[in-house]
C-alpha cells in the first residue's frame, strides 16, 4: 500500500496537502486543472521535491528518506525519457545495468521486453528514428526490466494522437495486471482516467482529494470537478 | 540534485579545488606582483607606454568596427555562392598564430612587400609598417572579422518580419537604415569596439614583431623588456600591476555592457532579402566584401607563396620545435579541458555556482605575460626559471584558455542536466554511468571544438614563452620570430607554413573529432 500520510508540498506561495492510501495493485488517475499541482504531487513522490511535512511509506517503509532511484518506483517524464544518443538496446540497458556491462542474461531479458511491448528486433534503432508510440514503448520496457512496484506516469503520452494514447493506455495496463504493479497516472483528460483507472484523485484548490472509484467520481463530480469539465 | 541537498559532493569539491587554484594562479601572481611593484615608480618611457597601449587599442577597435559595418550589412543582405564558406573563414583569423599573420602583413606591406614594389616602380616614397599603424594595421587583420561576425549577428537578430514589413511600406535602403539599422547599431557597435579594445589592450606579440621602440611600446613588452633585458623585477612588477588594472578595468566594463558573442554557428543562416536595392547599393556590397576577402586573404596567399620554396629547406631546430610545440599545446588543452568539465559540473550542481564561475572568468582579466612575470617572481628565488619555461607556459595558457572553454561547453552542460539530470536521478545512474553514457556523449562537438581551439591558439602562442626560453625552450612561433628578428624572412615564412598548418590540422582533427559520427 502506498500511504501518503499528512503530505505537504511547499513551492512559494503554493502548497498542495495530501493525506490517504491505494491499495497495492490499484491503478490510479490524478486529474484536475493546469497548474493545481497534479505534476508536482507526482514529482514529490518520485523524490524530486522535497517535503514540507509529512511521510510517504510505501509496504510500511518511509520512503521519503530516499534518493529517486533507490524509491521502489519507476517514472515516465512528460518527455525525455529517453538517452537520444544511445541506441534502444542501451536506454533499456541502464535500467538494469547502471555501467552498461550488459550480460547475455541481461541482452535475453532486454529482448523478451522488447517483444513484450511489441518492438522485436529494433533494439539497434536510436530514438530519433523512432515513432512517438514507439519511444513511449521503449520508455515502459525500461520500466518493465526495472519491475519496481510502483509506476509513476506524468502525461507520458499525451503528445500522441487519441488512438494512439487509448493503446499505450491499453498496454500499460496490460503490464501492470501481469506484474501487480501499483500505477499512477497524471492527466489532464478525463477519457484517460475513465479508460485506465480504477480510482481517481481530484487535485484542485491546493488539495489532493480522497481517491474515489472512477466511475462515481465522474457520475456525481464534486464542484471543482464539475468546474473544470465545464459540465 | 534534490537528494544530495545535505552533502557536498566529490564534484562540487573538485570544483572549489579548481576555482582555488584559479584564483592563486590569477590573484597569487598579482600580489607577487604588487608586493614587488612596492617602491617603483613611473618613469617617462612606462607613462609612454601606458598610453601607446591604450591609444592603439583604441584606435584598432575603431576602425576594426567601423569597416566592419559595411562588411556585415552586404553579408548580412547578399546571397551569393560562397557566402556560408566565407562566413566560415571569418572564424579562421582566431586560430592563426599572431607570427604567421605578421609575416604574412610583411608580405604585403612589409619593406620587401608587393606594396612597396609596387609604389617604388611607380617612382613614389616607400612606406614603413613599423610602429603605431603597423600595430594597427595587425589588430585590424584579427579584429575586422571578429567584428563583422559580432555585427552580423546584430543584424540577423532582426526579424525578418520587420524587414518585410519595412518592404511593404515601400521604405527606401535609407529609410530602412534608420528605422531598423541604426537602432540595432547603437546597440551593437560600443559592445563589440569594447570586447576588441580588451583584447588590443594585451597585445604582445605584434608589438613584438611590428612595434618596439620608445614610441610603439605596450605595458605587455614593456614588462618583457623590463624583465628580459634590464632584469628590473621592481619595474617589471609595477608594469604588471599597470597592465592588471588596465585589462580588469576593460573586462569588466565589458561584461557589463556586453552580450558576449557566441562562438558556435548560426550565423550562416539565408540572407535577408529586400527589394529596392539599387545598382549603387549592390556595387558597394560587392566592393565591401572584395577588399574585405583580399584583406584577409591576400597576406596568408603570399606567405604561403614565399614559405612554399623554403619547405625544401627548413632548419634543423624546426622539428624539436613541433614537438615541444605539440606537447605544450596537448598538456595545456587537456589541463584546460579537464579542469573546465569539472568546473562546469560543479556550477550545474548549484552549490557556489556564482562563486565558481566568477573564478573561472578571472583569468579573462589576467593576461600572459602578467601572468608569467608573477610567477616569475614566486620562482625565481627557488630554481632557474629558465629551466621551467614549458611548464611555466603550459600552466600560463591552460589558465588563460579556460574562460573560453567554460564559456562553450557550461551551456551544453546545464541543457544536458535540464533535459536528462532527471531522467539519470530516476533509473539510479551511478555518477560513473552518467561520464559514460550521459554528458561526454552529449558533450563531444562543442568538447572537440573547444579542445581544438585551445590546442590550436596554445600552438601558436608567442606570449609567456617569449619572456622565458633560454635555447632549449623554442617553440615554434617563437622560432619564427627569432628566424624574423635575424633578417632571415625565407627560413622564418617556411617555418611560419608548418605553424599555420599543424595548428589548423590540430584543430580540424579534434574539432571533426567531436563531430565524427555524432547523432542527436
Redo the contacts between chains.
Keep these: 500500500m502506498l500511504m501518503l500520510e499528512d503530505l505537504r508540498i511547499t513551492k512559494g506561495d503554493f502548497t498542495l496537502d495530501a493525506n490517504w492510501s491505494v491499495a497495492a495493485g490499484m491503478r490510479l488517475a490524478i486529474i484536475g486543472p493546469s497548474g493545481a499541482g497534479k505534476s508536482t504531487l507526482l514529482m514529490a513522490i518520485?523524490?524530486?521535491?522535497?517535503l514540507a511535512a509529512g511521510r510517504i511509506t510505501w509496504a510500511g517503509q518511509d520512503i521519503a528518506a530516499l534518493?529517486?532511484?533507490?524509491r521502489p518506483l519507476?517514472?515516465l517524464?512528460q518527455d525525455?525519457?529517453l538517452?537520444?544518443?544511445?541506441t534502444v538496446t542501451?536506454n533499456l540497458g541502464?535500467?538494469l545495468s547502471?555501467?552498461?556491462a550488459l550480460t547475455a542474461d541481461h541482452r535475453a531479458q532486454i529482448a523478451d521486453v522488447l517483444s513484450r511491448v511489441g518492438l522485436s528486433g529494433m533494439g539497434l534503432r536510436?530514438?530519433?528514428d523512432l515513432s512517438g508510440g514507439q519511444q513511449g514503448r521503449v520508455a515502459l520496457a525500461?520500466a518493465l526490466l526495472?519491475a519496481r512496484p510502483l509506476l509513476l506516469l506524468d502525461e507520458p503520452f499525451a503528445a500522441l494522437g487519441p488512438a494512439l494514447k487509448a493503446e499505450m493506455l491499453d498496454l500499460v495496463t496490460e503490464v501492470a495486471t501481469d506484474t501487480g504493479a501499483t500505477v499512477l497516472l497524471v492527466t489532464h483528460d478525463p477519457a484517460d482516467a475513465k479508460r485506465f483507472a480504477d480510482q481517481t484523485v481530484l487535485v484542485a484548490d491546493g488539495k489532493a482529494h480522497q481517491p474515489r472509484l472512477t466511475a462515481q467520481v465522474f457520475a456525481d463530480p464534486p464542484a471543482a470537478l464539475a468546474t473544470y469539465l465545464g459540465s | 540534485m534534490a537528494n544530495s541537498a545535505g552533502k557536498i559532493g566529490a564534484i562540487t569539491t573538485s570544483g572549489v579545488a579548481i576555482a582555488a587554484a584559479l584564483l592563486v594562479m590569477c590573484l597569487g601572481t598579482l600580489a607577487a606582483v604588487l608586493l614587488r611593484a612596492g617602491d617603483a615608480g613611473f618613469d617617462p618611457a612606462d607613462a609612454a607606454a601606458i598610453r601607446f597601449t591604450v591609444a592603439q587599442a583604441a584606435v584598432s577597435a575603431l576602425l576594426s568596427v567601423l569597416l566592419a559595418v559595411p562588411v556585415a550589412r552586404a553579408l548580412a543582405r547578399r546571397q551569393f555562392a560562397g557566402r556560408s564558406v566565407l562566413i566560415t573563414l571569418l572564424g579562421a583569423p582566431f586560430l592563426v598564430p599572431v607570427v604567421v599573420a605578421v609575416l604574412g602583413l610583411l608580405a604585403v606591406f612589409g619593406r620587401q612587400g608587393v606594396l612597396n614594389t609596387g609604389l617604388v616602380t611607380l617612382g613614389l616614397p616607400a612606406v614603413s609598417i613599423y610602429g603605431f599603424h603597423g600595430v594597427v594595421l595587425a589588430h585590424v587583420f584579427f579584429n575586422l572579422p571578429l567584428a563583422v561576425r559580432m555585427i552580423l549577428q546584430g543584424w540577423q537578430a532582426i526579424p525578418a518580419e520587420r524587414f518585410r514589413l519595412g518592404s511593404s511600406l515601400g521604405f527606401a535602403p535609407s529609410d530602412i537604415l534608420r528605422h531598423l539599422e541604426r537602432p540595432m547599431l547603437r546597440e551593437v557597435l560600443p559592445g563589440a569596439a569594447l570586447v576588441i579594445f580588451t583584447l588590443c589592450l594585451s597585445s604582445f606579440a605584434v608589438a613584438l614583431t611590428l612595434g618596439g621602440g620608445p614610441r610603439a611600446t605596450t605595458v605587455e613588452l614593456a614588462i618583457y623588456q623590463a624583465l628580459r633585458f634590464d632584469f628590473d623585477l621592481g619595474r617589471a612588477a609595477m608594469l604588471s600591476a599597470t597592465q592588471y588594472a588596465l585589462c580588469a578595468t576593460a573586462v569588466l566594463l565589458s561584461l557589463r555592457f556586453v552580450q558576449t558573442p557566441g562562438f558556435g554557428a548560426g550565423l550562416d543562416r539565408t540572407a535577408i532579402t529586400w527589394g529596392g536595392l539599387g545598382r549603387w547599393h549592390r556595387l558597394s556590397d560587392g566592393v565591401a566584401i572584395g577588399l574585405a576577402s583580399l584583406f584577409l586573404i591576400l597576406p596568408l596567399a603570399l606567405l604561403a607563396a614565399r614559405g612554399l620554396p623554403a619547405l625544401f629547406d627548413l632548419p634543423a631546430a624546426v622539428w624539436p620545435a613541433i614537438a615541444r610545440s605539440l606537447i605544450v599545446a596537448g598538456v595545456c588543452t587537456a589541463l584546460t579541458t579537464i579542469a573546465a568539465i569539472l568546473l562546469a559540473a560543479a556550477i550545474v550542481q548549484g552549490r557556489f555556482a556564482k562563486m565558481l564561475e566568477f573564478a573561472g572568468m578571472l583569468p579573462l582579466a589576467a593576461s600572459g605575460l602578467v601572468l608569467g612575470t608573477g610567477l616569475f617572481l614566486i620562482l625565481h628565488p627557488w630554481v632557474a626559471v629558465e629551466r621551467l619555461t614549458l611548464p611555466v607556459t603550459t600552466l600560463v595558457n591552460a589558465t588563460l584558455a579556460l574562460p573560453f572553454v567554460l564559456r562553450i561547453i557550461l551551456p551544453t552542460m546545464r541543457k544536458i542536466e535540464a533535459d536528462f539530470g532527471r531522467l539519470a536521478t530516476s533509473i539510479n545512474l551511478s555518477s560513473f554511468a552518467r561520464w559514460r553514457w550521459l554528458i561526454l556523449p552529449r558533450l563531444r562537438a562543442p568538447l572537440g571544438f573547444a579542445t581544438g581551439l585551445v590546442a590550436a591558439l596554445s600552438i601558436g602562442d608567442l606570449g609567456v614563452v617569449a619572456l622565458f626560453a633560454g635555447d632549449r625552450g623554442v617553440t615554434l612561433p617563437l622560432l619564427v620570430q627569432r628566424l624574423m628578428g635575424a633578417y632571415r624572412m625565407e627560413a622564418a615564412a617556411g617555418v611560419a607554413l608548418v605553424l599555420i598548418s599543424v595548428s589548423f590540422a590540430v584543430f580540424w582533427l579534434l574539432d571533426w573529432g567531436g563531430r565524427w559520427n555524432a547523432d542527436a
Design positions: 518520485a523524490g524530486f521535491i522535497q534518493a529517486p532511484g533507490d519507476s517514472i517524464f525525455q525519457n538517452f537520444p544518443h544511445l542501451q541502464l535500467g547502471p555501467r552498461l536510436k530514438p530519433g525500461r526495472r
